[in-house]
T-cell receptor
Framework: NAGVTQTPKFQVLKTGQSMTLQCAQD?????MYWYRQDPGMGLRLIYY???????DKGEVPNGYNVSRLNKREFSLRLESAAPSQTSVYFC????????FGPGTRLLVL | DQQVKQNSPSLSVQEGRISILNCDYT??????FLWYKKYPAEGPTFLIS?????DKNEDGRFTVFLNKSAKHLSLHIVPSQPGDSAVYFC??????????????FGQGTILTVHP
């Protein structure tokens, strides 16, 4: 039982490049979330998916897209990366409380 | 506009003493509150929660107090241990009385427990 897994662990992008952050959970949870963590800001919600087939915007959705591929997987895509998207990204799934993955550190140059 | 605030960026405590971490919120619709603990290079892990219908919840060394009129909650750790050294995040949800729902996080407080 791996819980919530995220790939990659670390990524460096140049401005304008695109990439997809992958997230998978094996706990059969319906709800999944993407957050970003910046210094002094705590975690801020980017997008969430209450169930398979649905996605909704969170607090800071601009510049991102998501796909809930199936119940297990919820991916986050940056179409054209900007330096302001340099952050640590956390995926979470929820039953009663939210369980977080280990994070993806993204550096956009 | 920060709806959940942790005004102390850091806290240093001696092993065996009490650690008190504070959190304030502004949104009166929040009805479920949680504390998460985070070690470096790991994701946050759930620690303890409290519903707005209660004013106290206890789990071992951890107790969370909620003062709804003041829109304030606190986490007490007694006794503090060096392994408690981590970043602690306060979070709140408009879950309708359950734990479900989007979380709004505070900025975090770095707790250091000295041996």
């Amino acid at each position: 039982n791996a819980g919530v897994t995220q790939t990659p662990k670390f990524q460096v992008l140049k401005t304008g490049q695109s990439m997809t952050l992958q997230c998978a959970q094996d706990m059969n949870h319906n709800s999944m979330y993407w957050y970003r963590q910046d210094p002094g800001m705590g975690l801020r919600l980017i997008y969430y998916s209450a169930s398979e087939g649905t996605t909704d915007k969170g607090e800071v959705p601009n510049g991102y897209n998501v796909s809930r591929l199936n119940k297990r997987e919820f991916s986050l895509r940056l179409e054209s990366a900007a330096p302001s998207q340099t952050s640590v990204y956390f995926c979470a799934s929820q039953r009663e409380t939210q369980y977080f993955g280990p994070g993806t550190r993204l550096l956009v140059l | 506009d920060q709806q959940v605030k942790q005004n102390s960026p850091s806290l240093s405590v001696q092993e065996g003493r009490i650690s008190i971490l504070n959190c304030d919120y502004t949104n009166s619709m929040f009805d479920y509150f949680l504390w998460y603990k985070k070690y470096p290079a790991e994701g946050p892990t759930f620690l303890i929660s409290i519903s707005s219908i209660k004013d106290k919840n206890e789990d071992g060394r951890f107790t969370v107090f909620l003062n709804k009129s003041a829109k304030h909650l606190s986490l007490h750790i007694v006794p503090s241990q060096p392994g408690d050294s981590a970043v602690y995040f306060c979070a709140a949800s408009e879950g309708g009385g359950t734990s479900y729902g989007k979380l709004t996080f505070g900025q975090g407080t770095i707790l250091t427990v000295h041996p």
